[in-house]
């Protein structure tokens, strides 16, 4: 089975920063694009962050732009989200999403595989 585990996620102050990181078994996604995705209490899951087969091509929402950044290690089959500058609209579930197609997008349905998510808090 497929199987994505979150982790780093936690309780940090508004301008702290946080590193998650995705570890990805059971599927090799080396040749796939993976994705971040998050989902704050009463709202809908939104994009943040996507990251082609390679590496070599990113796409992030707005609300991540110029403070976020996603990278892969292909080699341990993980992908991470450096986050920097939080404020408390940061404040959500944060969920690693594994494609099948070779580069990312923002649209959810191209992502076949998810993570059971990290919560990442950010106080005021």
């Known amino acids: 089975q497929v199987q994505l585990v979150e982790s780093g996620g936690g309780l940090v102050q508004a301008g702290g920063s946080l590193r998650l990181s995705c570890a990805a078994s059971g599927r090799t996604f080396s040749d796939y694009a993976m994705g971040w995705f998050r989902q704050a209490p009463g709202k809908p899951r939104e994009f943040v962050a996507a990251i082609s087969w390679s590496g070599g091509s990113t796409v992030y929402a707005d609300s991540a732009k110029g403070r976020f950044t996603i990278s892969r290690d292909n080699a341990k089959n993980a992908v991470y989200l450096q986050m920097n500058f939080l404020s408390p609209t940061d404040t959500a579930v944060y969920f690693c999403?594994?494609?099948?197609?070779?580069?990312?997008?923002?649209?959810?349905?191209?992502?076949?595989?998810w993570g059971q998510g990290t919560q990442v808090t950010v106080s005021s």
């Open positions: 999403a594994g494609s099948t197609s070779h580069y990312g997008s923002a649209a959810s349905y191209e992502y076949p595989y």
